[in-house]
Nanobody, 124 residues
Framework: QVQLVESGGGLVQAGDSLRVSCAAS????????MGWFRQAPGKDREFVAA????????YYADSVKGRFTISRDNAKNTVDLQMNSLKPEDTAVYYC?????????????????WGQGTQVTVSS
C-alpha cells in the first residue's frame, strides 16, 4: 500500500502563487495514476488535476486550467501542484490521491488511496 503525505499549504493573497507537494512511501508509485482534489467547506470533493504514470499526460479542471500545473518525479516518489494566480475561490483542503487501476480521471471514487490533505487559504 502507498501512504501519501501532503505539504506546502498556507495562507496567501489573491494573485499569489503556492506549491503543494505530495510525498509517497510504502512502495513505488511510478505505475500509478496520480491526482489532486480539493474540498471547500460545505462542498463536495472536486477534481483539480491528474497526471499519468509517465508524467507525459496531464489533465485539469476547467477552473484551474492555465493557472495550475501538476508534475511528478517518480525517482523521488513525489507529485507537486504549482498554483499561480490564486483566487479566493481556490480556498480548500487539497488532497493528493492515487490509483493503480483504471478508472475515471476526475472521479474521487476511482482513486484507491489518499493523503490527509493540506489547507490552502486565499484571501481577497
Amino acid at each position: 500500500q502507498v501512504q501519501l503525505v501532503e505539504s506546502g499549504g498556507g495562507l496567501v493573497q489573491a494573485g499569489d502563487s503556492l506549491r503543494v507537494s505530495c510525498a509517497a512511501s510504502g512502495r513505488t508509485f511510478s505505475s500509478d495514476f496520480m491526482g489532486w482534489f480539493r474540498q471547500a467547506p460545505g462542498k463536495d470533493r472536486e477534481f483539480v488535476a491528474a497526471i499519468s504514470p509517465s508524467g507525459l499526460k496531464t489533465y485539469y479542471a476547467d477552473s484551474v486550467k492555465g493557472r495550475f500545473t501538476i508534475s511528478r518525479d517518480n525517482a523521488k516518489n513525489t507529485v507537486d501542484l504549482q498554483m499561480n494566480s490564486l483566487k479566493p475561490e481556490d480556498t480548500a483542503v487539497y488532497y493528493c490521491a492515487g490509483r493503480s487501476r483504471g478508472g475515471r480521471i476526475s472521479s474521487p471514487d476511482d482513486y484507491g488511496y489518499w493523503g490527509q490533505g493540506t489547507q490552502v487559504t486565499v484571501s481577497s
